[in-house]
């Protein structure tokens, strides 16, 4: 017998009993970010693979390593998007969303990178991703943290986040901080391992991201780019933390949080949580200020954070949380008149309550097995149409989650049955 393909690794399925908590999580993310005025665009998840490497950077993880990088069958260098600031940038280039303008964007969808996949670490995966353009203060900075402790107020996660954030000065202050670093990891060579050594030379900044736990304390001693700051930049962080603080939300300056990309540039920040185990930010961002003219486009201060949707979803399982029953009601179908003009009568009943979610029984049948399919759907009521009903322009109502007899109404007083149901609940 064939063997049974299966999905890629690190690469899955998301199955309908967990979809509600996808769609919950989604409804909520957008729901907030309206309320702001941020809009939706929608990128390919394909892009020329110069654009990642001019963009994210050509010494970091992702490029280097954990890019799915093919030629078409034009001969062309393609890569599935490893995540999506890059394609923003480049699409708001090409349609001139940016110059002398002001956009606030967000998006969503499936970002590709070979990792070694674990718990909450995937070859594809979910971000929501927020961009705004044309706003060189901190004030936007401050709005993109906002936005991200309401979303985890909308979906009850705020209490076991924590708030980093650091600066990364400018192209100049990092250049010379750069230095500094080097003379310091330099004069301890013995003790880098061989990843650190390797980036010494290459992007020695990237080494304080390592997630070696045995590089941990020659990190910690390690001069920090937050003293070394310029004026503007020192006045920029100041701006931010005095911002929160006067919006009571609690921080933590981790002068060791430098983002695995190379594009940014003063304000970073990440949102963790220790509920996760080691894959335990779920959200990160921050200023990419330098970014536009770098894909071309004219210099435009730009600033934004991308959700890793698995982590929520995950942080959301564990919270107990419940997403309702995807159905309300399971259309019964008693006798060979109704049976015959069941799919009819389901439209008929569809038109009377639109609000209603109805599955109607197809495949026949008799009563019994029919309600074990309607206990199964998780609908909270069967509506039964017999012959008898059906003569008589009514239909019996059984709810199948609480003790409660079966009753009958009126076929036109089925919308408005649904409704009182609704206010009850
Ligand atoms: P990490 O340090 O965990 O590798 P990163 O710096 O590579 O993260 P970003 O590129 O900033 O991550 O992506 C933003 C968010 O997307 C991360 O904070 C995380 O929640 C999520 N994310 C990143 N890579 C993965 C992945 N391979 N699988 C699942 N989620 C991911
Ligand atoms: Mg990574």
């Keep these: ?23 919950l999580l989604e409804q909520r993310v957008r729901d907030v970010l309206g309320r702001y005025g941020y809009r939706e665009i929608r990128m390919p998840l394909v892009e020329q693979t110069e654009l990642f ?17 093919f030629e078409d069958r ?96 400018t192209a100049g202050e990092r250049a010379a901080y750069r230095q500094r670093l080097v003379d310091y990891l330099k004069a301890r060579y013995d003790r880098l391992d061989e990843d650190s050594r390797r980036r010494l030379e290459t992007n020695p900044l990237r080494i304080l991201d390592s997630k070696n736990p045995d590089m941990r304390e020659l990190i910690d001693a390690a001069p920090a780019l937050m003293d070394h700051l310029g004026p503007e930049s020192r006045a920029h962080f100041e701006a931010i933390c005095a911002g929160l603080d006067e919006a009571g939300l609690a921080y933590v300056v981790n002068p060791r949080l430098v983002r695995g990309l ?4 003063r ?33 435009t201060a730009a600033a934004g954070f991308a959700m890793g949707v698995e982590r929520l979803v995950a942080l959301l399982e564990e919270a107990g949380l419940e997403p309702g029953s995807q159905v309300d009601a399971y259309l019964v179908l008693v006798g060979d008149e109704p049976q015959r003009r069941g799919l009819l009568l389901a439209e008929q009943l569809r038109d009377r309550a639109p609000d209603l979610r109805l599955l109607a029984h197809c495949g026949g049948g008799g009563f019994k097995s029919q309600f074990k399919k309607a206990d199964r759907s998780g609908a909270r009521y069967a509506l039964i149409l017999g012959e008898d009903e059906l003569a008589r322009g009514v239909i019996g109502i059984k709810p199948l989650r609480e003790e409660k007899a079966q009753q009958e109404i009126a076929l036109d007083r089925l919308a408005d049955f649904f409704e009182q149901e609704e206010n009850r609940i």
């Design 1 to 23: 017998m064939a063997k049974n393909l299966q999905a890629v690794r690190g690469m899955h399925d998301i199955l309908p009993d967990r979809t509600p908590l996808w769609q």
């Design 53 to 69: 490497k001019r963009s994210i950077g050509e010494v970091t993880d992702i490029v280097e390593k954990e890019m799915y990088t």
């Design 74 to 169: 034009n001969g062309d260098s393609l890569t599935l998007r490893p995540e999506g600031t890059a394609g923003c940038v480049r699409a708001g280039i090409e349609h001139g969303l940016l110059y002398n303008q002001v956009q606030r964007l967000w998006y969503q969808g499936p970002m590709f990178r070979h990792e070694r996949p674990q718990k909450g670490r995937y070859r594809q995966f979910q971000q929501i991703g927020v961009e705004t353009f044309g706003m060189p203060g901190p004030d936007i900075d401050l709005e993109l943290i906002f936005i991200t402790r309401r979303i985890w107020r909308a979906l009850g996660l705020e209490e076991g986040l924590e708030l980093q954030i650091n600066s990364l000065g």
């Design 262 to 265: 190379d594009y940014y540039a």
């Design 267 to 299: 304000t970073v920040f990440e949102w963790i949580t220790r509920r996760l185990g080691a894959q335990g930010t779920v959200c990160a961002g921050g200023r990419f200020d330098g970014l536009v003219e770098q894909l071309g486009g004219r210099a």
